[in-house]
T-cell receptor, first 113, second 114 residues
């Protein structure tokens, strides 16, 4: 069983389009995250939700909007895609406090043409 | 504020040689420290973590790391490299409090030569 899953794995789209990436975790965790990994492999947190409540919202363009319909799902919607949005987006989940492990999904490679 | 610096974006070792990947941290509070590994086209997997218990932490696949407060370091080692260890390695520090935010280093690409 996959602990943290993301769909789609690859996403190729044109500039200006709107797209969504879905994330689901079956670990029963309370907290979920979205990270962006750029072409130089640098990982940066974008958002975090705890029990469907937004708790971390880094400096991210408001074209990016996370949605958490329930504790097990955290989706990422991106409006008006730009070339610079091309990256790998990772979802992760965690339970408990700062010592606990974050479990990562396999990533979604977004390419904006 | 917290940050992590990984020295050496690329490290090459011969199969069977010692692996040493360097990580230095900066944190205003006692940190929690992590090493993650990323294999090509995959997500990140936890290798080991330091949570203020033993300073020498053993992880999966024969890796270990030692927390040295005086040097603000958390270097990752493995006595004998295997071809399957070739991957990207990330050091990360966790904030205290409820935010539980991970801050990652820039990563080190490990190449294992036959």
């Amino acid at each position: 069983d996959t602990a943290v899953s993301q769909t789609p794995k690859y996403l190729v789209t044109q500039m200006g389009n709107d797209k969504s990436i879905k994330c689901e975790q079956n670990l029963g965790h309370d907290t979920m995250y979205w990270y962006k990994q750029d072409s130089k492999k640098f990982l940066k947190i974008m958002f975090s939700y705890n029990n469907k409540e937004l708790i971390i919202n880094e400096t991210v363009p408001n074209r990016f909007s996370p949605k958490s319909p329930d504790k097990a799902h955290l989706n990422l919607h991106i409006n008006s895609l730009e070339l610079g949005d091309s990256a790998v987006y990772f979802c992760a989940s965690q339970t408990g406090g700062g010592t606990d492990t974050q479990y990562f999904g396999p990533g979604t490679r977004l390419t904006v043409l | 504020a917290q940050s992590v610096t990984q020295l050496g974006s690329h490290v090459s070792v011969s199969e069977g040689a010692l692996v040493l990947l360097r990580c230095n941290y900066s944190s205003s509070v006692p940190p929690y420290l992590f090493w993650y590994v990323q294999y090509p086209n995959q997500g990140l997997q936890l290798l080991l973590k330091y949570t203020s218990a033993a300073t020498l932490v053993k992880g999966i696949n024969g890796f270990e790391a030692e927390f040295k407060k005086s040097e603000t370091s958390f270097h990752l080692t493995k006595p004998s490299a295997h071809m399957s260890d070739a991957a990207e390695y990330f050091c990360a520090v966790s904030s205290s409090g409820s935010a539980r935010q991970l801050t990652f280093g820039s990563g080190t690409q490990l190449t294992v030569l036959p």
